[in-house]
């Protein structure tokens, strides 16, 4: 009997709290700032992107060209100790300046062996209208690649933790090998324990 | 909304920003803007009176007329209380005349 009290009210907290708990999926906004860690995220991953977008596609190189400048994708190094997919980053400038109009990008190293494949699965099986097939050697070359590099810096003591990332990008001239535009993003992160 | 002429213009911030959620801290005092090959630029400069929450702003770019071309994403604001933040953002095209600057703080 005296437990009785107490098991009401144990029953009600059990109750409340299966009433009250936030279990679900819901969607979040892929745009907004995200604070969650300190680690590379999509904050930074937008902010580079745009940054570098943007800036590449001011210069003179890219705005004043009479038609549009064709570039390659090469590699952004991550110099850091942190897993960044820098393709990622490229990926998201690429598509940036692509809407513009103002730069066409030719296939990467990475892309070559699917742009090839494709190729000769046309000009080789077979199977298509001689009309309809694309030929062997009509590639067009970049004039330009894109690269760069990612570093870090990390500190910590043991209440902060600082990272600073410092975001490198270049347009290289393939034929004279002279870097036409170049441009760098710093993020600082800092964490309070 | 301030029409760009010339090579360089002081819009009224009022018409060309917004401010939403705690922002009281964070004062926007200047923008100016510019045009480089043929590319908007912007400088927004914001006075940070010792902001608690954490800022963020973006950039909404829109052709002649003001139809969105280019609703760029949340960036953070560096926390630099007592000081004057410069921000630049840059147009995707040249089709991008007008802008809108908006501060926000983050959920």
Redesign the interface.
Known sequence: MKNIPLIITSLLIFILTGCSSSKGVSYGDPQKVETLTIEFGSTDLNTVAETMAFSLGQSSVIANAPTPQIVTLAEIKNKTREYIDTRAITAKIRTALTKTGRVKFAVSIDEMSSQTDELERQNQSGLYSESSVNQLGGMEAAKFRLEGSVTSIVKQTKDVKDVYYLFNLTLVDNQTGLVEWADEKEIRKVENR | MSVIIGCSSTPSIEDVSTKSGSTDDLEIREIRTTV????L?VQVSIFDDGQKD?G?Y?FDWMNEQEVSL???????L?STPGEIIKLQ??????EATKFRFDLSS??
């Open positions: 480089k090959n043929n590319i630029v954490l963020s973006r280019h609703l760029e994403a949340w960036k953070p560096p953002g840059i147009a995707p095209s040249p983050v959920d």
